[in-house]
């Protein structure tokens, strides 16, 4: 009933199994990758023609995590996957991102990609294994794609390269000292052509060592994808590029003058409105037949990528008037809104952020729901791309899959410079408005974040910077690396590489391209010149804010203190009753872990004092030799009954009130009375010995035994 083809390879520590012809045999091409005890089935279909006028590629991958995957039940009342999470749509961009350029120029079929996660063994990261298992089944499909692919995530620890790290070691990065980093790399047999990574400050030669570490590992995938699709491939879909030479050479003749024209002027806005111009004119010039044609877009875009990459090839400046080294104007101020706790704008020629940091407590932290289990995050980043930003008008809503791909960018560059939760006890939130747009957003939001966060009085352990470069690539060979790329070069050129890091090293660095690969000769030159851009964007940032500022008077202070894990139980009390008591009386919010670290939080220092001194009354043991301030509680023939330490009482003997005799305590004591008690220790009962005339009263100093006789 089956025709089933399977090949298997020892990868690493894991077997990396691929199989087809089981399962979901209707689809164009069906693989499911096996590493270790981790499983995804990628499915692949793709149209026979392309829609009727057609322009573009339409090219969707859909990754999802099924959670029977580890043997969960999904959270919420509907009990069963809903909308996309964060992770998913990540790991979606992370599979288009290598295997789109791979599709024979001219291909405009509809080409569905969808990868679901049928089993995750919690140690082997079902994102990589998706990526091989869409590569595969693209392979098999028939489809022209020129590949396949491979990928393979590379850890960094103790100055070697760790291949396919176990997702735990990955998921506790930033509490690891000695894993540095969490690189993805995808490419075919030459090339590599995605990059992806968070990182701990590493050195250019570093990571250009980790990309040629994983680009030499994926080598046997690749070799194996090839070995399955020699067995079970389909025949390759009869399509041949389209020639649009006699169109291409119409637009160029009624045109070229006038977008050359409208390419040279600097402005932004001037040169879109003059390019449009230019497209309307030779459009006119066009007969209807090849109005009609829909490979018009294309004739364009070749005409404007044609002069755009040409003259930058041929030494001439760029649009803007720069060299290829040279980062845009910098404009960078902060503190600019009066009620936040942290704010900056980051202006770097016509791409410009707005920054705000909010500073919140443990009830603020963000509760991620993954196959792995249930985390919390107290470092949240969110950017925003509104329509205006651009000068147009457009959908505006929830964020969509750029969005969440770009803020995502940011944190990876932001949080390898966050303080330990254990110094810095707060949760933040960034967000990041983007209000101008020309080129490399991501990277403006690094920047602005970055100061932003240390005007909210964040102490981050070095500022971060973040530059995006680009790449002109020609068929002979010639290439020019473009630094701080703008919104045209990123359009029109062949790679877009965003680097972030400190002075120190790099803590972010991710990698596209649109060309069948690039040169490791090509990436150390970007890796170079982004490095000599960032240490000139920090000198910028520093002459706006040059030290963690003071905490807005309207931040929350906490406060933050461990108590011995047996005696968390008594700070909570049965049903909570003694941390809601604490609350109530203090008027400050109080979160304890179960490892026994308290935060207790609040815009009163005094409620703050309140809450913490309530707390360590019931942790704390009573010393020795001590002075307390108690209150009498009882009075009995024998002595008085003393609250000297949280809800403790002790017995001042009626023989250790006061240095003569006594007929009765109530001779000098009442009840509700404060006195000064020292602790002389325990009887063998257990039970508290106190005196009092050992101490003077008015004082609270010890009274030594001379002066008392």
């Not at 879909?237 to 160029?252: H, I, M």
């Not at 929350?556 to 894990?565: F, L």
Request: charged letters at 25%; hydrophobic letters at 40%; one cysteine or more.
């Amino acid at each position: 009933m089956f025709n089933i083809t399977k090949k298997s390879i020892q990868w690493g520590e894991e077997t990396l199994t691929l199989e087809t012809g089981k399962v979901a045999r209707q689809a164009d091409g069906s693989v499911i990758a096996t590493l270790g005890e981790t499983s995804v089935m990628a499915n692949v279909t793709f149209a026979k023609e392309a829609k009727p006028g057609q322009d573009f590629f339409p090219l969707t991958v859909h990754y999802v995590e099924k959670y029977y995957a580890a043997g969960k039940v999904p959270g919420g009342f509907l009990k069963r996957e809903a909308r996309p999470s964060d992770k998913e749509t990540l790991t979606s961009r992370l599979i288009d991102r290598p295997i789109r350029p791979l599709f024979v120029d001219g291909f405009k079929n509809e080409v569905l990609v969808i990868c679901t996660v049928l089993s995750h063994d919690l140690v082997n990261e079902p994102d990589m294994v998706a990526m091989i298992a869409a590569s595969a089944a693209l392979t098999l499909s028939g489809a022209p794609f020129m590949g396949p692919i491979a990928a393979a995530r590379v850890g960094y620890s103790n100055g070697e390269y760790i291949l396919n790290p176990e997702c735990q070691d990955m998921e506790k990065l930033r509490e690891n000292a000695e894993q540095r980093l969490d690189l993805v790399v995808a490419g075919t047999k030459d090339a590599v052509m995605m990059v992806e990574s968070e990182a701990y400050e590493l050195t250019e030669a570093e990571m250009l060592g980790a990309v040629k570490f994983a680009h030499d590992s994926i080598q046997p995938v690749i070799d194996m994808i090839i070995d399955l699709a020699e067995d079970a491939a389909k025949e390759p879909f009869d399509f041949t590029p389209p020639d649009y030479s006699d169109l291409y050479a119409a637009v160029k003749a009624a045109g070229e003058t006038q977008m050359r024209a409208a390419f040279a002027l600097r402005d932004k806005q001037e040169r879109v409105a003059a390019i449009s111009a230019a497209r309307d004119a030779i459009k006119a010039a066009l007969s209807e037949e090849q109005l009609a044609d829909a490979n018009l877009g294309s004739a364009l875009k070749k005409l404007e990528s044609g002069i755009l990459r040409g003259d930058i090839i041929n030494g001439s400046p760029r649009v803007d008037g720069r060299d290829t080294k040279t980062v845009r104007p910098i404009e960078a101020e902060t503190s600019l809104l009066p009620r936040t706790h942290g704010s900056s704008l980051f202006t770097r020629g016509e791409t410009q952020s707005l920054c705000v940091t909010t500073l919140g407590t443990g009830d603020d932290e963000q509760f991620i729901d993954a196959l792995t289990g249930t985390s919390k995050s107290s470092f949240l980043l969110h950017y925003n791309f509104p329509p205006y930003s651009v000068g147009e008008v457009g959908r505006f809503g929830p964020p969509g899959r750029r969005e969440v791909g770009h803020g995502k960018l940011a944190w990876r560059a932001l949080q390898a410079v966050l303080p330990a939760a254990t110094d810095f006890p707060y949760t933040i939130r960034l967000v990041s408005e983007i209000t101008e747009s020309n080129g490399s957003s991501s990277m403006a939001t690094v920047c602005g974040g970055s100061l932003s966060m240390m005007d909210a009085g964040v102490p981050l352990k070095a500022p971060v910077a973040g530059v995006a470069m680009g790449l002109i690539l020609e068929d002979d060979g010639k290439f020019a690396v473009l630094t701080d790329i703008l919104g045209d070069e990123d359009h029109l050129g062949d790679m877009d590489f965003k680097v972030a890091g400190t002075e120190e090293g790099i803590t972010s660095l991710q990698m596209d391209i649109k060309v069948a690969g690039i040169t490791f000769e090509i990436m150390e030159q970007a890796l170079a010149q982004a490095k000599d851009a960032r240490m000139h964007i920090m000198g910028e940032m520093g002459k706006a804010l040059t030290a963690p500022q003071g905490f807005s008077q309207y931040a929350p202070k906490i406060e933050t203190m461990q108590v011995p894990s047996d005696k968390i139980r008594e700070v909570i009390g049965t049903g909570g009753k003694v941390i809601r008591e604490i609350v109530e009386t203090s008027g400050a919010k109080v979160d304890i872990n179960d490892d026994g670290i308290i935060k207790i939080a609040s815009n009163d220092a005094e409620s703050i004092k309140k809450a913490h001194d309530m707390i360590y009354s019931i942790v704390a043991e009573p010393e020795v030799g001590k002075i307390y301030t108690g209150k009498v509680v009882k009075l009995v023939d024998f002595g008085a009954f003393v609250n000297f330490f949280g809800k403790r009482d002790g017995l001042v003997h009626v023989s250790q009130i006061e240095n003569r005799r006594l007929n009765h305590p109530s001779d000098v004591l009442k009840e509700g009375q404060e006195v000064k008690v020292k602790l002389l220790g325990f009887d063998d009962r257990g039970k508290v010995r106190l005196a009092m005339k050992m101490v003077d009263q008015a004082t609270g100093e010890e009274i030594a035994p001379e002066q008392a006789e």
